[in-house]
Every structure is written in structure tokens, then in C-alpha cells.
């Protein structure tokens, strides 16, 4: 029995019953890859992919991000190999949104079909009877946040929310606008937007969402298919004793108490030393080291 860590302490969704330890683990990474297709098909090892997320809960993680359009299917049905019957208190948070083309794409789907059809298949492959949160996951433009009005699709599932199949409801990839948007529609618990120490396009966002007590779960935290490199991330690790990815998901922590991470991981290794980082305090010093890292701030 591995020994419960302390992972940063625990936030709880606003108007909710659910509190995660802010550090969580993001599950995408587990779905395989063919040729270009990324996050497609099964993995190389799937009793390894099942092994991890077994240590990860029993480290303390109770906080899974995970979509049914990765594999697709594969990473949720891995998650319910792994983890079903679950464990009270793991909070699975899925999405919704988009479908996989044939050819590894990610296509936008938001017909109030597309989306009913998406909640009913994520909670097939998860095993679930109802699903405690699910983003609505903004596909105007797939790389980055496109203003336009969501009321429709988030209407839709707003209705899958009465009739009991959603808990919770998220954004992901969204404006500040559209944020406002959707609170006027639903209570909103969580977005989840691209950000880290080197993009940082929310650095506003994430403290305007923080009085409200709506979680902010930056993806690609460790910068995604690319993580993160830096002559000065290195350096700053080196003089803390610590690894590049440790200070990558320390400054995330430390950058607001509504901030949650979700860093993905096929590597038992790489899923211990992620869960330490909860333990690194970042000086001020090395804060202002760090800013420099910042390429897109607005
Ligand atoms: N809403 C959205 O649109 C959206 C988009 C993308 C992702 N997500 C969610 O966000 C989660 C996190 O994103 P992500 O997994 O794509 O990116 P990430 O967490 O930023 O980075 C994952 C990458 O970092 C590597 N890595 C992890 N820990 C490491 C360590 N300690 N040392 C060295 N390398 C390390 C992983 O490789 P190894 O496997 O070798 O460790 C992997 O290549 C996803 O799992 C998914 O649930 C959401």
C-alpha cells in the first residue's frame, strides 16, 4: 500500500460536494498514437497505462482528466479497467464537444445529438451512471480560444444536467466572454484553458475566476507534445534540487489557489516525481527568474 501524499492541499468546486487535492493527473497521454494520429488507439502498454493510474489514486490523486474522444474511448475505458468500482471521493472529469475523423482529426461536434450522444458514450466507457463534471469544450478554432456565442450547445447540456446524467458543468478552451456567457445559462465550476509558464494569455483570467471560486485547470501544464525547455527553467530546477517539470508545476500551484493541474504521464517515474513537486516551495527570488520564461502575456 503505497503511503497517501499530501498533493498541495484540496479545493472544492464551487456549489458543489466535490473537493480534489489540487494536484490531479491528466489522462490523454494514455491513449496510444499511429503514424500522425496522436491520441489514438490503445497504447503500447496497456497493463502498464493501468498500473499508473492504480498509483496515482492510491498516491492521493482524486482529480482524473479524461475525454471519451481520446483514443477514442481507449483512455476511458482504460480508466474503468483500472479504477471501477471507483473509490468514493475520485472526481472524473470529461469533455465533450468534438469527434475524431478517421484520419486522427478532431472535428467539432455540437449538435444537441452530437452532444447527448457524447454524454451517454463517456458514460458507457467510464462505467458511470452520471458524470460528476463535464467541459464543454470550445472548438471555434481547435488551437485557441475564438469568440463567438456557446448558448446553444451549452443549453444542451444544461438539460442533460436536469435530467441527472451531469453533475457539474466546465468550459474549456473559452473567452472571458464566453465564460460570462455560460454563467448567465448554468453555474459554471471549472475552465480549462491552455496556460503555463511560458504561455500565459490568462495570467488575468485565472485571478478574475479566483473570487468566484471557479477552478482554473491550465492544459498542457508542461507544455503539451512539446513539454517545456528552458536554459532558465533548468537553471532555476538545478538551484532548487529539482527537476524542470517539478518547478513548471510548483509555479502553477503557487500562481493561485484556484488553480488545479492535471500534468498527463505514460511514465511511472515521471507520475512520482510530478506528485512531489507539491511538496517545492518556489522563492520569490526564483518567481522573477521565471517571469522570463513568459512569451505571450497580455
Ligand atoms: N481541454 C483541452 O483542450 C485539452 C487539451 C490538451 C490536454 N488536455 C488535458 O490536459 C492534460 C495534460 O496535458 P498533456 O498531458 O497533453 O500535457 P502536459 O501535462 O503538459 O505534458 C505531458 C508531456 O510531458 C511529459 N512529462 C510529464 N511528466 C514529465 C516529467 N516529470 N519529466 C519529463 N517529461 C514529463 C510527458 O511525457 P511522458 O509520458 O514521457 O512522461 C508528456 O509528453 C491531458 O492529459 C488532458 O487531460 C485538455
Request: one cysteine or more; proline letters at 6%; a negative charge.
Amino acid at each position: 500500500m503505497l503511503q497517501q501524499m499530501n498533493l498541495a492541499g484540496s479545493f472544492t468546486l464551487p456549489g458543489s460536494l466535490l473537493s480534489v487535492n489540487r494536484m490531479g493527473y491528466g489522462a490523454m497521454q494514455l491513449a496510444g498514437k499511429d503514424g500522425n494520429k496522436l491520441v489514438w488507439g490503445p497504447p503500447p502498454d496497456v497493463d502498464g497505462a493501468i498500473a499508473l493510474l492504480q498509483e496515482a489514486v492510491e498516491s492521493g490523486v482524486n482529480h482524473i482528466d479524461t475525454s471519451d474522444f481520446y483514443g477514442p474511448h481507449v483512455t476511458n475505458q482504460i480508466l474503468r479497467k483500472a479504477l471501477s468500482p471507483y473509490r468514493d471521493g475520485l472526481v472524473i472529469v470529461t469533455k465533450v464537444g468534438a469527434l475524431r475523423g478517421e484520419d486522427g482529426s478532431w472535428i467539432p461536434a455540437f449538435s444537441p445529438e452530437e452532444l447527448t450522444d457524447a454524454v451517454h458514450s463517456n458514460l458507457r466507457n467510464l462505467g458511470l451512471d452520471v458524470l460528476d463534471v463535464v467541459n464543454l469544450r470550445i472548438m471555434l478554432n481547435v488551437h485557441q480560444p475564438a469568440e463567438g456565442s456557446i448558448e446553444a450547445p451549452l443549453t444542451v447540456l444544461a438539460e442533460l444536467q436536469q435530467k441527472g446524467l451531469i453533475r457539474h458543468i466546465g468550459l474549456s478552451n473559452v473567452t472571458r466572454t464566453q465564460i460570462a456567457e455560460a454563467r448567465r445559462i448554468v453555474p459554471i465550476v471549472c475552465v480549462q484553458n491552455q496556460y503555463n509558464l511560458a504561455h500565459r494569455s490568462d495570467d488575468t483570467l485565472v485571478a478574475d475566476l479566483a473570487p468566484d471560486g471557479i477552478a482554473y485547470v491550465p492544459f498542457f501544464p508542461l507544455g503539451g507534445f512539446s513539454p517545456l525547455q528552458s536554459d532558465t527553467l533548468s537553471n532555476v530546477a538545478s538551484r532548487l534540487n529539482s527537476t524542470p517539470m517539478q518547478v513548471a508545476l510548483a509555479w502553477l500551484l503557487q500562481r493561485s489557489p484556484n488553480i488545479l493541474v492535471i500534468p498527463g504521464t505514460t511514465s511511472l517515474q515521471h507520475l512520482r516525481e510530478n506528485l512531489q513537486s507539491a511538496k517545492l516551495q518556489i522563492p520569490a527570488k526564483e518567481l522573477t527568474v521565471l517571469e522570463a520564461m513568459s512569451n505571450a502575456r497580455h
